[in-house]
């Protein structure tokens, strides 16, 4: 069975400053990556995704994300975090069938 | 474009009364999921479509849930009878294929209050 863990509940990080939210994954084969970004009220949006190739992935609104096959991590990460990057986050790796296996999500705090 | 839509957005409802939730895909999306998301997790899939087939149900609680996707696109999940336990937020989904690089769309989902 597949499964995801993001350790960290909430991270603080102030404006302007680079944040991480962290993620590690187990699956059986090639991992296929993602990550998605929950605001209030809303629907969970697309971030990025890993799927082979460079190990660096570049997604929406500045984030990146780094897979790291030996520590079985996707760590996602921005240079400079915004006020407005305030969200919940989820990181999720695939199946074969393409249904989503999710992490317990990470809230990101931004204060100005 | 338009994206995944679903209705409504709230609903508040006694225990064991019935409840249903719409789903409108993304056009041309053959792949439609419903997830169920309770407060401070993340969202676990109750039951996938390919078209109008069921191809993964195997967590839906099949004494009182029900799923159907008529033609292939708009979907409807219903509870009856509901249980407390139920109150989650519902997220429909869906995504162009079934691949496991593909990437899916969700709505916005609807928060289920069962009291």
């Known amino acids: 069975a597949q499964s995801v863990a993001q350790p960290e509940d909430q991270v603080n990080v102030a404006e302007g400053n680079p944040l991480t939210v962290k993620c590690t994954y187990s699956v059986s084969g090639n991992p296929y990556l993602f990550w998605y970004v929950q605001y209030p009220n809303r629907g969970l949006q697309f971030l990025l995704k890993?799927?082979?190739?460079?190990?660096l992935v570049k997604g929406s609104y500045g984030f990146e994300a780094e897979f790291n096959k030996s520590q079985t991590s996707f760590h996602l990460k921005k240079p400079s975090a915004l006020v407005s990057d305030s969200a919940l986050y989820f990181c999720?790796?695939?199946?074969?069938?393409?249904?989503?296996?999710f992490g317990k999500g990470t809230m990101l705090l931004v204060s100005p | 474009e338009a994206g995944v839509v679903q209705s409504p957005r709230y609903k508040i409802i006694e225990k064991k009364q019935p409840v249903a939730f719409w789903c409108n895909p993304i056009?041309?999306?053959?792949?439609l999921y419903w997830y169920r998301q309770n407060l401070g997790q993340g969202p676990e899939l109750l039951i996938r479509y390919e078209n109008e087939e069921a191809v993964d149900d195997s967590q839906l609680p099949k004494d009182r849930f029900s799923a159907e996707r008529l033609k292939g696109v708009d979907s409807t999940l219903k509870i009856q009878p509901a249980e407390l336990g139920d109150s989650a937020v519902y997220l429909c989904a869906s995504s162009l294929g079934s691949g496991m690089n593909t990437e899916a769309f969700f709505g916005q989902g609807t928060r289920l209050t069962v009291v």
């Open positions: 890993y799927i082979t190739g460079d190990n």
């Open positions: 056009s041309g999306h053959n792949t």
């Open positions: 999720a790796v695939s199946s074969r069938d393409s249904t989503l296996t």
